[in-house]
């Protein structure tokens, strides 16, 4: 109740539009409804807004600081895709993941035994921290896609609760494990090859089997990244889109087609490296993120009608 008092009361005090587009200077109650919001992790006063921000479609910061305005739904169903664990409301975007989600699902539409993709979390309306799981997913730029092929586009609603995608792994990510196919494969390429694509993140297993096959161009398999636990969906990062200035895009890729980067993952699967504590530099404990750690834009997003 907290949280809803302090959105609507926020919203109150922004008059008539509580537009994000609007630059104006925050008057003084606005400043202390927003210093009283900033006492909530950033986490929870997202996780609870239910719908996007109005105005045009932007995205502000970086994939794990960050937040969208103007994020569009994808629809729960479509000619070549499901949304699952829609309870989650992760179903969200900005419009340039939406086009692609859409145009990669006809592609794999194609492929035999599919009938387009099953797709995971996205990013919640506004963007921003989730409650639980991620810590990216916060630009409207990141999608999961299930491994498992989508057979079936008529599951209901729980049926997209109940059930769960397949491993491709075996050897604990080192190599691919039996559920592993040629259409996997000619997805991931495909994913990988669009010009609006940053990363694609698979476990190292699958990269090392791309790299070993791969008799064509070879110029994907830069975009596709090794890292641990994308076993059971691979994450889709796309570049910041045109009209978003404020968007922190991720450094890109070393040069060249990563293959002994992945084989360096295998090995040290396979042969775990000695641990090589060093007491003088301890690792970072992280925190919980504020809305004072996102863009100042973020606060106007969070606020906004719909």
């Known amino acids: 109740m907290l949280l809803r008092a302090l959105f609507v009361g926020l919203c ?34 997202f996780g609870h807004v239910q719908d996007a921000a109005q105005g045009r479609a932007r995205v502000y910061g970086q994939y794990s600081r960050g937040c969208v305005q103007g994020a569009e739904e994808l629809a729960e169903t ?11 409301n992760r179903n969200w975007a900005h419009p340039e993941m939406i086009d692609y989600l859409q145009d990669l699902s006809r592609f794999a539409a194609t492929l035999p035994g ?18 639980t799981g991620h810590v990216s997913h916060q630009s409207g730029l990141d999608a999961d896609i299930w491994m498992l092929p989508a ?46 694509v940053a990363r694609i993140f698979v476990f190292p297993g699958a990269k090392v089997w791309m790299c070993d096959n791969e008799t064509g161009d070879r110029a994907y398999l830069r ?26 895009n991720q450094a890109p890729p070393p040069p060249g087609d990563g293959c002994e980067e992945a084989r360096q993952w295998q090995r ?39």
Do not use: K
Request: hydrophobic share 35%.
């Open 12 to 45: 109150v005090l922004a008059l008539s539009s509580c537009a994000v587009e609007d630059t104006s200077p925050l008057n003084e109650d606005q400043m202390v409804t927003l210093s009283t919001m900033s006492a909530t992790p950033a986490r929870q006063l």
């Open 223 to 248: 975009n596709i990244r090794p890292l641990h636990g994308h076993h059971y969906h691979f994450h889709v990062r796309l570049s910041c889109p045109s009209g978003s200035p404020d968007c922190v």
């Open 151 to 196: 057979s079936d586009l008529t599951l209901t609603t729980a049926d997209r609760e109940s059930l769960s995608s397949i491993t491709m792994r075996r050897a604990r990510g080192a190599y691919v494990g039996e559920n592993w196919t040629a259409q996997h494969w000619h997805l991931l390429r495909a994913a990988a090859s669009d010009p609006r």
């Open 78 to 88: 479509g000619p070549t895709w499901q949304a699952m664990r829609l309870s989650r």
């Open 268 to 306: 040290n699967i396979m042969n775990p490296p000695p641990p090589q504590p060093d007491p003088s530099n301890p690792p970072p404990v992280r925190g919980e993120i504020m809305l004072s750690d996102l863009p100042a834009q973020c606060s106007r997003v969070l606020v906004s009608s719909r």
């Open 114 to 131: 599919w009938d387009g993709l099953y797709i995971g979390d996205m990013a919640q309306p506004r963007g921003g921290p989730m409650r």
